[in-house]
C-alpha cells in the first residue's frame, strides 16, 4: 500500500487529524459546549475522518480500505456542515469558517487522491501461510 508502514504517514490522515484538532478547539468553547445542540455529532464526525484512514490501513486489500476512506470523506463533508451551522448560529466567526473550511477542503483533497490510489492500485500479496508440520496433530 503505497510503502506506508504507520498510517501516520499517510497525508489524508495527517489532515483529517488536523481538521479534528481544529473542530476540538471549537468543541472547548463554552458558548459551543451550551448552545450547539449538534455537538456530540461534529465531535463524532471530527473524528471518524482519521480514524477511518487509519482503521482502513490496518485491513488488508486497498479496496476493503478505499471504503473506509470514502467512510472518511463523507465525514470530512459532515464537518463542514457543521462549521456552516456554528457560523449560522453566530458560535464561530466568518474567519474562522473559512479557515476551518480551508482546511477542511485540504483534507478531502487528500482523502479523494488516497482513495484515487487504492482503487487503482493491485492489493498487496498476502504473506504466505505458515507450513503446517504434520507433527501439529500429534499430542504431547
Known sequence: ?????????????????????????????????????RYDQLYNSARSGPSNIAEGFAKFGNK????????AKGSEVEVINHLIDLRDQRLI????LLLSEH????ALKAVVGLI??????????????????????ENP
Not at 501516520?8 to 445542540?37: C, G, M, S, T
Not at 484515487?116 to 496433530?137: A, Q
Open 116 to 137: 484515487r490510489h487504492l482503487e487503482n492500485s493491485p492489493d498487496p500479496p498476502r504473506p504466505p501461510k505458515p507450513k503446517r508440520d504434520d507433527n501439529d496433530d
Open 64 to 71: 476493503e480500505f478505499a471504503r473506509y476512506a470514502r467512510i
Open 93 to 96: 466567526s466568518h474567519d474562522e
Open 1 to 37: 500500500m503505497a510503502g506506508w508502514k504507520d498510517f501516520r504517514e499517510i497525508a489524508a490522515w495527517r489532515h483529517a487529524r488536523e481538521l479534528k484538532l481544529q473542530i476540538d478547539e471549537f468543541l472547548e468553547r463554552p458558548n459551543v459546549k451550551k448552545k450547539y445542540e
Open 103 to 106: 482546511k477542511a477542503r485540504i
